[in-house]
């Protein structure tokens, strides 16, 4: 079974500064998603990025963007010009490659809250 | 507006009841889930349905039974409601065949 593990249970950065949020995970699987999402107070699951394992290109999304070190199973999350709005519960998850008998499922990370300083 | 949503989104109830939590999505996806967040924030999977079908049951007491009505639609029944019970429930749906879309939550509270 996959597991994911981030070890960072808080972290905080100060508005405009870079963070950076780790993430492991577990698997014999050699094709995989993997996903961070952003979790705010108002509890709602805001997908962040994802990364497929079969490529080897770093995903970005404006702010964000991910180190993606296949080998070490590792995929940590980089946000650059930190906004008051950025600050949350993080949470890596893993998805196991589709048509898979997983069916898509995610495994997640504990999360690790993210607070931002002005 | 495309989305998927919860109802009730919060549900305070008495110990021993029986409860139920809806979920639909209109953005036409197959495959629709229950994922649980425990008090420590922990998010877990419980059940998955493809096309009305129950594909994903992990370790659950079967005080809960999930439903599928038709693909737009999962519910989740839970009976005879315990403490430890209390979380916040929520649904998703795929799409792209890869990524999730998850509703609002349902923090249900058993006292």
């Known amino acids: 079974a996959q597991t994911v593990t981030q070890s960072q249970p808080e972290m905080s950065v100060q508005e405009a500064e870079t963070v950076t949020l780790s993430c492991t995970y577990d698997t014999s699987e050699s094709d995989y998603y993997l996903f961070w999402y952003k979790q705010p107070p108002s509890r709602q699951m805001i997908l962040v990025i994802r990364q497929e394992a079969y490529k080897q290109q770093n995903a970005t999304e404006n702010r964000f963007s991910v180190n993606f070190q296949k080998a070490a199973k590792s995929f940590s999350l980089k946000i650059s010009d930190s906004q008051l709005g950025d600050a949350a519960m993080y949470f890596c998850?893993?998805?196991?490659?589709?048509?898979?008998?997983?069916?898509?499922?995610?495994?997640f990370g504990q999360g690790t809250i993210l607070t931002v300083h002005p | 507006d495309t989305a998927v949503s919860q109802t009730p989104k919060y549900l305070v109830t008495q110990m021993g009841n029986d409860k139920s939590i809806k979920c639909e999505q209109n953005?036409?996806?197959?495959?629709m889930y229950w994922y649980k967040q425990d008090s420590k924030k922990f998010l877990k999977i419980m059940f998955s349905y493809n096309n009305k079908e129950l594909i994903i049951n992990e370790t659950v007491p079967n005080r809960f039974s999930p439903k599928s009505p038709d693909k737009a639609h999962l519910n989740l029944h839970i009976n005879s409601l315990e403490l430890g019970d209390s979380a916040v429930y929520f649904c998703a749906s795929s799409y792209d065949s890869v990524s999730k879309k998850f509703g609002s939550g349902t923090r249900l509270t058993v006292v």
């Open positions: 953005l036409g996806h197959d495959t």
């Open positions: 998850a893993y998805r196991s490659p589709a048509g898979g008998t997983s069916y898509g499922k995610l495994t």
